[in-house]
Nanobody
Framework: QMQLVESGGGLVQPGGSLNLSCEAS????????IAWFRQAPGKEREGVSC????????HYADSVKGRFAISRDIARRKVYQQMNSLKPAEAGVYYC????????????????????WGQGTQVIVST
């Protein structure tokens, strides 16, 4: 059974940074790509970033390119999402998920088939 646990959410001012973590099993990280999604209040969940199980290559939604960075440390069983220059509209619950992809390249992250969701971590962007 896959189990993903997010941490690192919190309150940050606009323009600030947060680093989210997703802990998963070594098996999950080796055989599933990991994606970050976010859901703002009253809005649909959207895909933000994805890291390929095949080669660890990162992929991003256009809205976060240049500001977010996804990475993984298989030895520590962690996937990270460094988020910089955060905007108030990016507040919401952030979820990591194991997705059925070998590579995230060319994928609409938001439409990836998810095998397992984490419980989410809240991000608040406000003064």
């Amino acid at each position: 059974q896959m189990q993903l646990v997010e941490s690192g959410g919190g309150l940050v001012q606009p323009g600030g940074s947060l680093n989210l973590s997703c802990e998963a099993s070594e098996f999950t990280l080796n055989y599933y790509s990991i994606a970050w999604f976010r859901q703002a209040p009253g809005k649909e969940r959207e895909g933000v970033s994805c890291i390929s199980s095949s080669d660890g290559s990162p992929h991003y939604a256009d809205s976060v390119k240049g500001r977010f960075a996804i990475s993984r440390d298989i030895a520590r069983r962690k996937v990270y999402q460094q988020m910089n220059s955060l905007k108030p509209a990016e507040a919401g619950v952030y979820y990591c998920a194991a997705v059925f992809l070998d590579t995230c390249e060319g994928t609409n992250i938001g439409r990836a088939l998810v095998g397992e969701w984490g419980q989410g971590t809240q991000v608040i962007v406000s003064t």
